[in-house]
C-alpha cells in the first residue's frame, strides 16, 4: 500500500527564518502527484504546492519550495522568509493512478514565533 | 474564500442518530470529494463523486453513505452515529473527475458525538 510520513509532528521557527518540513512516500508507480497542504488555525484546507513526479525541476510558489528526490521518495518544503501567518498544519499528499485517491501524511504542526 | 460551501458549520448529535452533511462545490466543478479528519486518523479520503457518479471510494464505512445531485452538490449521510464518528468532515471540489488536480477544500463540518 501506498504510504506518506511526515517525521516531524510539530516545529518552531523564528519569523523571517527559513524552515523545511520533511515528508517521505512508498511507492511502485513511477508516474504520480504530490502535494503539499496548509491548515491554519481557520482550519480550511489550502493548496500550497503541486508536483509531478515525471517533471525534474523542483515546483515553487513565491517564498515556498519542495526538494523532489523521485530516487529517495523525499518531498520536503522549504518556507523562506517564514511569516507569522504560515504557522499552520501541513499536510504533505500523494496521488497514485493505481489507487486513484490522495493520501495524506500525519501532519506537521508548524508555529512561526514572532 | 474557496467557494466550495459546507453546511452546517457544527453539528451535535448523540449516538445512533443519523446526521446529513451538505457540500456545495465552486461553480464551474465536477467533482467533489469527501474526507474525514480525526485526531487518531489524520485526514482520510471518504468518496468522491464526478458529474452525478460515484468515481472512488477510499475508507467509507457502509454506515456512511453520499450521493451527488444534479445540480452537482453533495450531501454525506452518516447513521447509526458512534462516538468514533466525532471529527471534522471536509468537503473538496475539483474541475475535472481525476485526484491529481488541485483541489478546493470547504471550511469543514465539525460533528460531535455525545
Known amino acids: 500500500a501506498q504510504t506518506v510520513t511526515q517525521s516531524q509532528p510539530e516545529m518552531s521557527v523564528q519569523e523571517a527564518e527559513t524552515v523545511t518540513l520533511s515528508c517521505t512516500y512508498d511507492t511502485s508507480e513511477n508516474n504520480y502527484y504530490l502535494f503539499w497542504y496548509k491548515q491554519p488555525p481557520s482550519r480550511q484546507m489550502i493548496l500550497v504546492i503541486r508536483?509531478?513526479?515525471?517533471?525534474?525541476q523542483n515546483a515553487t510558489e513565491n517564498r515556498f519550495s519542495v526538494n523532489f528526490q523521485k530516487a529517495a521518495k523525499s518531498f520536503s518544503l522549504k518556507i523562506s522568509d517564514s511569516q507569522l501567518g504560515d504557522t499552520a498544519m501541513y499536510f504533505c499528499a500523494f496521488f497514485g493512478n493505481r489507487d486513484d485517491k490522495i493520501i495524506f501524511g500525519k501532519g506537521t504542526r508548524l508555529h512561526i514565533l514572532p | 474564500d474557496s467557494g466550495v460551501t459546507q453546511t452546517p458549520k457544527h453539528l451535535i448529535t448523540a449516538t445512533g442518530q443519523r446526521v446529513t452533511l451538505r457540500c456545495s462545490p465552486r461553480?464551474?466543478?465536477?467533482?467533489v470529494y469527501w474526507y474525514q479528519q480525526s485526531l487518531d486518523q489524520g485526514l482520510q479520503f471518504l468518496i468522491q463523486?464526478?458529474?452525478?457518479?460515484?468515481?472512488a471510494k477510499g475508507n467509507i464505512l457502509e454506515r456512511f453513505s453520499a450521493q451527488q445531485f444534479p445540480d452537482l452538490h453533495s450531501e454525506l449521510n452518516l447513521s447509526s452515529l458512534e462516538l468514533g464518528d466525532s471529527a471534522l468532515y471536509f468537503c473538496?471540489?475539483?474541475?475535472?473527475?481525476?485526484?491529481?488536480?488541485?483541489?478546493?477544500f470547504g471550511d469543514g463540518t465539525r460533528l460531535s458525538i455525545l
Open positions: 508536483q509531478e513526479a515525471y517533471k525534474q
Open positions: 473538496a471540489s475539483s474541475a475535472g473527475p481525476y485526484s491529481n488536480q488541485p483541489q478546493h
Open positions: 463523486y464526478y458529474n452525478g457518479e460515484e468515481r
Open positions: 461553480s464551474g466543478d465536477l467533482s
